[in-house]
């Protein structure tokens, strides 16, 4: 199924202080939640991250010139560089100073013990590959042929588990969510 982000209604943060569009969400069984969860993030000023105890998150600049992470911990993380995931635990406090002006940044949130899982940046032309863990492809750049159409620069693509086809032309650049069951 391919997913168009202008579809994706952008949403208030948790802590209500920016805004979101999730492109794909597996609700917990239990109904305390999500399991996992996908977004695309826009960062237009100074303001704290949302605090998610026991999930592991993961973060990719998208497009703007992103902005510097002071996490609680002391760590200091300048997420300015396009593509290049950064992994954090959700119960961090997460200060931000913006490097320019507003940014997009990609988001996976991870139930911490029931899955686990990661980013993968696909820039290579060609066949990619596709199993079960591949849950989302994310097409930042160029165009990218899929079983159930065409993605364009924005667009997502939740593959059918039955291991469906995936090729990047040239120039284009995808990022892959990969989740499987937790320990």
Same mark, same amino acid.
């Given at each position: 199924?391919?997913?168009?982000?202008?579809?994706?209604?952008?949403?208030?943060?948790?802590?209500?202080?920016?805004?979101?569009?999730?492109?794909?969400?597996?609700?917990?069984?239990?109904?305390?939640?999500?399991?996992?969860?996908?977004?695309?993030?826009?960062?237009?000023?100074?303001?704290?991250?949302?605090? $998610? !105890? /026991?999930?592991? #998150?993961?973060? @990719?600049? =998208?497009? %703007?010139?992103?902005?510097?992470?002071?996490?609680?911990?002391? +760590?200091?993380?300048?997420?300015?560089?396009?593509?290049?995931?950064?992994? $954090? !635990? /959700?119960?961090? #406090?997460?200060? @931000?100073? =913006?490097? %320019?002006?507003?940014?997009?940044?990609?988001?996976?949130?991870? +139930?911490?013990?029931?899955?686990?899982?990661?980013?993968?940046?696909?820039?290579?032309? /060609?066949?990619?590959?596709?199993?079960?863990?591949?849950?989302?492809?994310?097409?930042?750049?160029?165009?990218?042929?899929?079983?159930?159409?065409?993605?364009?620069?924005?667009?997502?693509?939740?593959?059918?588990?039955?291991?469906?086809?995936?090729?990047?032309?040239?120039?284009?650049?995808?990022?892959?969510?990969?989740?499987?069951?937790?320990?």
């Amino acid at each position: 199924m391919i997913i168009r982000l202008a579809d994706c209604p952008l949403q208030p943060w948790k802590n209500g202080l920016g805004r979101t569009r999730e492109l794909a969400v597996q609700t917990s069984a239990d109904g305390g939640g999500f399991d996992w969860r996908i977004s695309i993030a826009e960062v237009d000023s100074a303001a704290p991250f949302s605090s $998610f !105890p /026991g999930i592991d #998150r993961q973060i @990719v600049l =998208l497009d %703007g010139a992103g902005f510097t992470m002071t996490l609680d911990d002391g +760590r200091v993380h300048a997420l300015t560089t396009p593509f290049e995931p950064f992994a $954090f !635990p /959700g119960e961090a #406090r997460v200060q @931000v100073t =913006l490097a %320019g002006g507003p940014t997009r940044d990609f988001n996976l949130m991870l +139930r911490r013990g029931r899955v686990r899982g990661g980013i993968e940046v696909w820039r290579n032309a /060609g066949a990619q590959p596709i199993d079960d863990a591949c849950k989302l492809v994310y097409g930042a750049h160029g165009t990218i042929d899929c079983a159930d159409g065409t993605l364009q620069p924005g667009d997502a693509w939740r593959p059918r588990p039955d291991g469906c086809a995936l090729s990047l032309r040239p120039g284009a650049l995808a990022l892959a969510v990969r989740i499987e069951s937790g320990d």
